[in-house]
């Protein structure tokens, strides 16, 4: 149940076909005492290797005619709404979110509509690098203000605020104003910089990214450059422990440039010694650094053997240490920070709103926990992006780059060569034949064990006649039975041809569809017949009996219905029809595909088909009778 | 889970030590490894993207940067079809009271990935939710292509195999991830605290693990199932209990929870607390005051008004075990301090020295306030208490209250500096009268290299002390930014041909595959190493 009933979903067929997993042949071989989890309810123990396997495979053919099961929870996972889908006409299947690969071919804001170019997109971290902005607290957009306006006073000029309409938060209550309107992003993290530590925007990291490349890999095996490198380093470590000292406790971001310096340093430090045995210090030489040597020397000169190096050895190589200082990213807790936190949370004026929630939370940065902590969020990017084909990879859908414009260069829904399926209640008019208008069952709560009607349209929207084949489970799977009856299950669609055509070719069709459809409520539904017919849909009828559910049953007093009461589900009322929708039709062969001596008959025909399934949302059974 | 003890003690989970200058060899090889696989070279251009999976969370994010991009649960919400907004309708399941009380096992089930008891798991489920959390990472937050860079997952270093086929046979079929590394979570959470041996404390979902690292080498873990996720159910019969009125509180034990989970997750993640310790003797002075939490009925509208110091009484049940003696509980449901001091006793006394005062809490456990402080209290408890022994009970203690009188009679007869052993007790009698407190041996092989080394300082060493990590996530991105490649490499094709049954047994692979970094070496097998 998701929406309004009635609903119908459809299920890609690729959820038949299960992930491939290269190592479940030889697992089952070698440890047959792993069962799949389906087959634990089944006592075969005693089962030797050989019949495991066979009757593993006759459960597999099994699986292949197994009627599809709307309940399972696998089945969440394969239904579509039918307007999702897209078609690969090359394949000639249906193609769902997992049956795709996408390329992103745009990033824009939500928000401004702005593009940004690919290469700012990770170093803004994925989100709008302007202004745009959602509250931390309740994540409705914020809005830039004066401070004058959100005081009251208007007068256009002086500091700014972000500011969400929603709850009333403002950037004023974390203490935050802002000097420009303009740039915000910028600004906040120069301000959350200078209070968290250095070393924390994008530019910094930039910077210590450039410094690594300095280190260029041939450089690394002339010794020169290696001597000047540390000294280097030493000297921007006590400079930027200096800076550092001041600041116990670094912002996340900071330690973790921190460390990553510190370990830069290290791995210099300790690998230039092999190159200059005097400079080594004396040091356990752990097996990690005789296997780098042990690699060099096995690189440089391999006729040497794999242990040519292992005279050298000898000269100790430098051990990487670990971090000591807070410069160098360590850092020692404290159980008075933990007690503080705790009389703070306690603290009457902290309280439930003072504790960020946990969905608050998730989106900051990890050492958040109070709400007065909470930094405006900018607004996550979105992407326009082109869908392949995964199988065939050929493109399905191709968007236009401009995040302004809605159109498509490509796209292949799945509903331009599958029929739509519509479904609607039929008017009970046995039982209220007194008044002409029979009112519709009301879908929510169907009763049980009372026949229903069900129109179900399919309407065709490519240019050929399909012929339709729908199969359904005479009792719908799960615990509540509910008996199905398609009355027609096999019929044809007309094409999709021009409306003018057929408005010109016979006038009076429509009409006489119109009178049909009029007539609807004094028409019986009858075996084998369609209801109604158009020039590209067909409507069927279904009858349903829906089954009584366990709760109901309870009144009668049976023992042992707790277990049923226990594992009835949530949705288990929700009468879904699983239908299995065959169609063949004959289609124009495709150029490509004909023979180079055939494409001179252009009106060649290809027979085609398809089979998937799909769902019937009809309504909820109540639960009294 | 069953069979830990061929995994633990392989102790080559994290096989590239950081000596390892990556950038040299690798440049400098090029010319001879092109003949192998020329584009792998050139493909580590692209940051590769950091994935850290557990039970209930996921972190993603590129290398090199210090937080991920997102953080991303599992819930109802996240299996519900395409198009069902029932979600945003009615407000996210979970909120409000349920109808009926539920078993506590199948009140957490929905919302984690997998659960350690995989009889219950249906692998082909667990594929399916996989395939959409990552995919829907990708879209909303990562924003890149999925599967053209590298993949990096953190894991705990104990996964089930079947729960790591089904994850890597996922990502390889869905996309063309050239190759996935995997990297143990605990080695990455030591190398984020800038450490290289720690003892690792996981308070996670389903299990506490207390890993000790030596040297960026796994050397033991123990397990215990006191962890949030009983932490969770307990906080939820607690609610419940309030919502159906203290009365019949002793007998309430069993009966279901009838909060919803995301309610009492959120109270957990609010209020949750840890009481300092008391001595045996004294009282606790126990905050008198209450705070107003949303009523568990209608937690939309009413608040209702509960004593903080009940907040902290599922932490204390069920992470420290308090209440229950020590003799009444099981081999896997420890408590964690009792964890944590079994970890130390069964490293070897070296490792356990430097081990002990680099001590870090990660996993959702280690944010409630109070609780690593609590346990480290606990644990010097223990070690006060018990020394570094494992023998214990009634005998032994008169046992030695009987050499204590042998040694103070035989001290002041003779004067004999020991008692000649009467049996093999002894030696370990005297160790453990006070290690502490006797003047340390004179080492003069740690002298002079203290004399050669002055300018090293010495590290910190048989203290109890606590050090803070980024997070696994964090090390993850460290270590593989500073391009060092992992040990458990595991490549497109070769994963596709046999899938995991092609990892070579080998769990201490020939010496040549290690040097790291050398495509030349010889790739055709690959290993699992601490997941084999």
Same mark, same amino acid.
């Given at each position: 149940?998701?929406?309004?009933?009635?609903?119908?979903?459809?299920?890609?067929?690729?959820?038949?076909?299960?992930?491939?997993?290269?190592?479940?042949?030889?697992?089952?071989?070698?440890?047959?005492?792993?069962?799949?989890?389906?087959?634990?309810?089944?006592?075969?123990?005693?089962?030797?290797?050989?019949?495991?396997?066979?009757?593993?495979?006759?459960? $597999?053919?099994?699986?292949?005619?197994?009627?599809?099961?709307?309940?399972?929870?696998?089945?969440?996972?394969?239904?579509?709404?039918?307007?999702?889908?897209?078609?690969?006409?090359?394949?000639?299947?249906?193609?769902?979110?997992?049956?795709?690969?996408?390329?992103?071919?745009?990033?824009?804001?939500?928000?401004?509509?702005?593009?940004?170019?690919?290469?700012?997109?990770?170093?803004?971290?994925?989100?709008?690098?302007?202004?745009?902005?959602?509250?931390?607290?309740?994540?409705?957009?914020?809005?830039?203000?004066?401070?004058?306006?959100?005081?009251?006073?208007?007068?256009?000029?002086?500091?700014?605020?972000?500011?969400?309409?929603?709850?009333?938060?403002?950037?004023?209550?974390?203490?935050?104003?802002?000097?420009?309107?303009?740039?915000?992003?910028?600004?906040?993290?120069?301000?959350?910089?200078?209070?968290?530590?250095?070393?924390?925007?994008?530019?910094?990291?930039?910077?210590?990214?450039?410094?690594?490349?300095?280190?260029?890999?041939?450089?690394?095996?002339?010794?020169?450059?290696?001597?000047?490198?540390?000294?280097?380093?030493?000297?921007?470590?006590?400079?930027?422990?200096?800076?550092?000292?001041?600041?116990?406790?670094?912002?996340?971001?900071?330690?973790?440039?921190?460390?990553?310096?510190?370990?830069?340093?290290?791995?210099?430090?300790?690998?230039?010694?092999?190159?200059?045995?005097?400079?080594? $210090?004396?040091?356990?030489?752990?097996?990690?650094?005789?296997?780098?040597?042990?690699?060099?020397?096995?690189?440089?000169?391999?006729?040497?053997?794999?242990?040519?190096?292992?005279?050298?050895?000898?000269?100790?190589?430098?051990?990487?240490? $670990?971090?000591?200082?807070?410069?160098?990213?360590?850092?020692?807790?404290?159980?008075?920070?933990?007690?503080?936190?705790?009389?703070?949370?306690?603290?009457?004026?902290?309280?439930?709103?003072?504790?960020?929630?946990?969905?608050?939370?998730?989106?900051?940065?990890?050492?958040?926990?109070?709400?007065?902590?909470?930094?405006?969020?900018?607004?996550?990017?979105?992407?326009?992006?082109?869908?392949?084909?995964?199988?065939?990879?050929?493109?399905?859908?191709?968007?236009?780059?401009?995040?302004?414009?809605?159109?498509?260069?490509?796209?292949?829904?799945?509903?331009?060569?599958?029929?739509?399926?519509?479904?609607?209640?039929?008017?009970?008019?046995?039982?209220?034949?007194?008044?002409?208008?029979?009112?519709?069952?009301?879908?929510?709560?169907?009763?049980?064990?009372?026949?229903?009607?069900?129109?179900?349209?399919?309407?065709?929207?490519?240019?050929?006649?399909?012929?339709?084949?729908?199969?359904?489970?005479?009792?719908?799977?799960?615990?509540?039975?509910?008996?199905?009856?398609?009355?027609?299950?096999?019929?044809?669609?007309?094409?999709?041809?021009?409306?003018?055509?057929?408005?010109?070719?016979?006038?009076?069709?429509?009409?006489?569809?119109?009178?049909?459809?009029?007539?609807?409520?004094?028409?019986?539904?009858?075996?084998?017949?369609?209801?109604?017919?158009?020039?590209?849909?067909?409507?069927?009828?279904?009858?349903?009996?829906?089954?009584?559910?366990?709760?109901?049953?309870?009144?009668?007093?049976?023992?042992?219905?707790?277990?049923?009461?226990?594992?009835?589900?949530?949705?288990?009322?929700?009468?879904?029809?699983?239908?299995?929708?065959?169609?063949?039709?004959?289609?124009?062969?495709?150029?490509?595909?004909?023979?180079?001596?055939?494409?001179?008959?252009?009106?060649?025909?290809?027979?085609?088909?398809?089979?998937?399934?799909?769902?019937?949302?009809?309504?909820?059974?109540?639960?009294?009778? | 889970?069953?069979?830990?003890?061929?995994?633990?003690?392989?102790?080559?989970?994290?096989?590239?030590?950081?000596?390892?200058?990556?950038?040299?060899?690798?440049?400098?090889?090029?010319?001879?490894?092109?003949?192998?696989?020329?584009?792998?070279?050139?493909?580590?251009?692209?940051?590769?993207?950091?994935?850290?999976?557990?039970?209930?969370?996921?972190?993603?994010?590129?290398?090199?940067?210090?937080?991920?991009?997102?953080?991303?649960?599992?819930?109802?919400?996240?299996?519900?079809?395409?198009?069902?907004?029932?979600?945003?309708?009615?407000?996210?399941? =979970?909120? =409000?009271? &349920?109808?009926?009380?539920?078993?506590?096992?199948?009140?957490?089930?929905?919302?984690?990935?997998?659960?350690?008891?995989?009889?219950?798991?249906?692998?082909?489920?667990?594929?399916?939710?996989?395939?959409?959390?990552?995919?829907?990472?990708?879209?909303?937050?990562?924003?890149?292509?999925?599967?053209?860079?590298?993949?990096?997952?953190?894991?705990?270093?104990?996964?089930?195999?079947?729960?790591?086929? @089904?994850?890597?046979?996922?990502?390889?079929?869905?996309?063309?991830?050239?190759?996935?590394?995997?990297?143990?979570?605990?080695?990455?959470?030591?190398?984020?605290?800038?450490?290289?041996?720690?003892?690792?404390?996981?308070?996670?979902?389903?299990?506490?693990?207390?890993?000790?690292?030596?040297?960026?080498?796994?050397?033991?873990?123990?397990?215990?199932?006191?962890?949030?996720?009983?932490?969770?159910?307990?906080?939820?019969? &607690?609610?419940?209990?309030?919502?159906?009125?203290?009365?019949?509180?002793?007998?309430?034990?069993?009966?279901?929870?009838?909060?919803?989970?995301?309610? %009492?997750?959120?109270?957990?993640?609010?209020?949750?607390? %840890?009481?300092?310790?008391?001595?045996?003797?004294?009282?606790?002075?126990?905050?008198?005051?209450?705070?107003?939490?949303?009523?568990?009925?209608?937690?939309?509208?009413?608040?209702?008004?509960?004593?903080?110091?009940?907040?902290?009484?599922?932490?204390?049940?069920?992470?420290?075990?308090?209440?229950?003696?020590?003799?009444?509980?099981?081999?896997?449901?420890?408590?964690?301090?009792?964890?944590?001091?079994?970890?130390?006793?069964?490293?070897?006394?070296?490792?356990?020295?430097? %081990?002990?005062?680099?001590?870090?809490?990660?996993?959702?456990?280690?944010?409630?306030? =109070?609780?690593?402080?609590?346990?480290?209290?606990?644990?010097?408890?223990?070690?006060?208490?018990?020394?570094?022994?494992?023998?214990?009970?009634?005998?032994?203690?008169?046992?030695?209250?009987?050499?204590?009188?042998?040694?103070?009679?035989?001290?002041?007869?003779?004067?004999?500096?020991?008692?000649?052993?009467?049996?093999?007790?002894?030696?370990?009698?005297?160790?453990?009268?006070?290690?502490?407190?006797?003047?340390?041996?004179?080492?003069?092989?740690?002298?002079?290299?203290?004399?050669?080394?002055?300018?090293?300082?010495?590290?910190?060493?048989?203290?109890?002390?606590?050090?803070?990590?980024?997070?696994?996530?964090?090390?993850? @991105?460290?270590?593989?930014?500073?391009?060092?490649?992992?040990?458990?490499?595991?490549?497109?094709?070769?994963?596709?041909?046999?899938?995991?049954?092609?990892?070579?047994?080998?769990?201490?692979?020939?010496?040549?595959?290690?040097?790291?970094?050398?495509?030349?070496?010889?790739?055709?097998?690959?290993?699992?190493?601490?997941?084999?």
């Amino acid at each position: 149940m998701s929406r309004p009933f009635p609903y119908t979903y459809i299920s890609c067929p690729c959820a038949d076909t299960p992930v491939p997993d290269p190592a479940r042949k030889r697992r089952s071989r070698e440890s047959p005492q792993k069962p799949p989890p389906e087959r634990d309810t089944e006592a075969n123990e005693g089962q030797d290797d050989a019949k495991q396997s066979a009757d593993k495979d006759d459960e $597999e053919d099994e699986d292949e005619e197994q009627t599809f099961d709307p309940r399972s929870p696998r089945s969440n996972f394969s239904l579509y709404p039918p307007e999702q889908l897209l078609y690969c006409e090359d394949c000639h299947q249906i193609k769902c979110p997992r049956c795709i690969t996408e390329e992103i071919v745009s990033w824009y804001c939500p928000n401004c509509l702005f593009e940004t170019p690919s290469s700012m997109v990770r170093s803004d971290g994925g989100r709008c690098g302007r202004n745009c902005f959602n509250c931390p607290v309740c994540t409705a957009p914020l809005a830039v203000s004066t401070i004058e306006n959100v005081t009251g006073n208007a007068s256009g000029q002086g500091p700014w605020v972000l500011s969400c309409g929603y709850c009333l938060w403002t950037t004023l209550d974390i203490g935050i104003k802002f000097d420009k309107p303009t740039n915000i992003r910028s600004q906040l993290q120069k301000m959350t910089d200078s209070t968290t530590g250095p070393a924390f925007d994008a530019r910094s990291r930039q910077g210590s990214r450039a410094f690594g490349d300095l280190k260029s890999p041939l450089s690394n095996f002339a010794s020169i450059d290696e001597q000047a490198n540390p000294s280097e380093r030493d000297t921007e470590q006590s400079t930027s422990k200096e800076d550092q000292t001041p600041t116990p406790h670094l912002g996340a971001e900071a330690r973790f440039a921190a460390l990553k310096n510190f370990y830069r340093t290290q791995i210099s430090e300790t690998s230039n010694s092999p190159s200059d045995p005097l400079s080594s $210090e004396f040091g356990f030489s752990s097996p990690g650094a005789l296997n780098r040597l042990m690699s060099l020397y096995a690189s440089s000169s391999r006729l040497s053997g794999l242990y040519g190096g292992t005279k050298k050895t000898k000269s100790k190589p430098p051990v990487m240490r $670990e971090a000591l200082t807070a410069s160098e990213g360590l850092r020692i807790a404290s159980g008075d920070a933990d007690s503080a936190l705790v009389e703070r949370i306690a603290s009457p004026d902290c309280g439930w709103d003072g504790v960020a929630s946990l969905s608050q939370r998730t989106e900051q940065s990890p050492d958040v926990r109070f709400v007065d902590e909470l930094l405006p969020l900018p607004v996550l990017l979105r992407t326009k992006r082109a869908k392949r084909c995964k199988s065939c990879k050929h493109i399905l859908v191709k968007p236009e780059t401009k995040p302004q414009s809605t159109r498509f260069r490509i796209r292949l829904i799945a509903l331009s060569y599958i029929p739509l399926p519509t479904l609607r209640p039929l008017a009970q008019s046995s039982a209220t034949s007194i008044s002409g208008l029979a009112p519709a069952p009301d879908l929510n709560a169907l009763s049980p064990l009372r026949p229903y009607h069900v129109l179900l349209t399919l309407k065709n929207h490519m240019f050929d006649p399909v012929r339709i084949t729908l199969a359904t489970p005479s009792v719908t799977p799960g615990i509540v039975a509910t008996k199905v009856t398609v009355l027609c299950p096999q019929f044809e669609i007309g094409a999709n041809s021009d409306v003018w055509d057929e408005a010109l070719q016979n006038a009076t069709a429509p009409l006489s569809d119109r009178i049909t459809g009029m007539r609807g409520g004094e028409k019986v539904p009858e075996a084998g017949k369609v209801w109604e017919k158009g020039r590209n849909w067909t409507t069927v009828v279904l009858e349903v009996v829906p089954g009584t559910l366990p709760g109901s049953q309870a009144e009668d007093g049976q023992a042992g219905n707790t277990d049923i009461a226990a594992t009835f589900q949530k949705d288990e009322d929700v009468l879904e029809i699983p239908v299995f929708v065959h169609m063949e039709w004959d289609a124009e062969a495709q150029l490509e595909q004909q023979n180079v001596g055939k494409a001179s008959k252009p009106d060649d025909l290809v027979a085609r088909e398809l089979a998937y399934w799909m769902v019937l949302g009809v309504g909820r059974i109540q639960a009294a009778l | 889970m069953s069979a830990p003890s061929n995994l633990r003690h392989t102790q080559t989970a994290r096989p590239t030590s950081p000596h390892t200058p990556q950038q040299p060899s690798r440049s400098g090889n090029t010319s001879f490894a092109s003949t192998t696989s020329p584009g792998s070279t050139f493909r580590n251009e692209d940051d590769a993207i950091i994935f850290e999976l557990g039970a209930r969370w996921l972190r993603a994010g590129f290398e090199g940067s210090g937080t991920p991009f997102c953080v991303v649960g599992f819930g109802p919400e996240e299996s519900r079809r395409v198009g069902d907004y029932r979600g945003w309708i009615q407000g996210a399941a =979970g909120n =409000g009271p &349920l109808p009926k009380p539920v078993n506590a096992e199948d009140w957490a089930r929905d919302y984690e990935l997998w659960q350690p008891d995989l009889r219950k798991v249906d692998l082909g489920l667990l594929e399916d939710k996989i395939e959409r959390l990552f995919r829907e990472t990708y879209n909303q937050y990562l924003l890149t292509d999925a599967g053209s860079s590298r993949l990096v997952l953190t894991l705990p270093s104990l996964m089930p195999h079947p729960l790591l086929s @089904s994850l890597l046979s996922t990502l390889f079929s869905r996309w063309r991830f050239p190759s996935i590394t995997l990297l143990p979570s605990a080695t990455m959470s030591a190398t984020a605290a800038g450490l290289r041996s720690a003892l690792v404390v996981d308070i996670g979902w389903a299990e506490t693990t207390a890993t000790g690292l030596y040297e960026y080498r796994e050397i033991t873990t123990k397990r215990s199932t006191r962890a949030m996720k009983s932490t969770h159910q307990e906080l939820g019969r &607690l609610l419940s209990r309030l919502v159906s009125g203290e009365n019949h509180e002793t007998e309430a034990k069993d009966d279901g929870i009838s909060v919803g989970f995301a309610y %009492c997750e959120e109270i957990l993640t609010r209020f949750a607390w %840890c009481k300092p310790r008391t001595n045996d003797g004294e009282q606790a002075e126990v905050p008198a005051h209450t705070v107003l939490i949303p009523s568990p009925t209608n937690p939309a509208q009413g608040f209702v008004d509960v004593p903080f110091s009940r907040l902290a009484e599922p932490v204390e049940t069920v992470l420290l075990a308090t209440g229950t003696p020590e003799s009444e509980l099981d081999d896997e449901e420890k408590s964690i301090p009792l964890l944590v001091y079994n970890t130390l006793l069964a490293l070897p006394p070296d490792a356990r020295g430097t %081990c002990m005062s680099r001590i870090l809490f990660v996993g959702g456990g280690a944010r409630i306030p =109070g609780l690593r402080q609590r346990i480290l209290q606990e644990v010097s408890f223990l070690i006060e208490q018990h020394g570094w022994s494992a023998i214990r009970g009634k005998a032994v203690e008169r046992q030695r209250q009987r050499m204590e009188d042998l040694r103070i009679s035989s001290r002041t007869n003779g004067q004999k500096p020991k008692p000649t052993s009467e049996n093999g007790d002894t030696p370990a009698e005297d160790e453990k009268i006070d290690p502490s407190q006797e003047v340390p041996e004179i080492d003069f092989v740690e002298q002079k290299l203290r004399r050669q080394n002055k300018d090293i300082p010495v590290p910190v060493q048989g203290v109890l002390r606590e050090v803070e990590s980024l997070g696994a996530w964090a090390g993850a @991105s460290l270590v593989t930014s500073l391009k060092l490649r992992g040990m458990v490499e595991i490549e497109r094709e070769k994963f596709l041909q046999h899938g995991l049954a092609g990892a070579t047994r080998d769990s201490e692979p020939p010496v040549p595959d290690r040097r790291s970094g050398l495509r030349a070496g010889d790739r055709s097998s690959w290993t699992l190493a601490g997941w084999a």
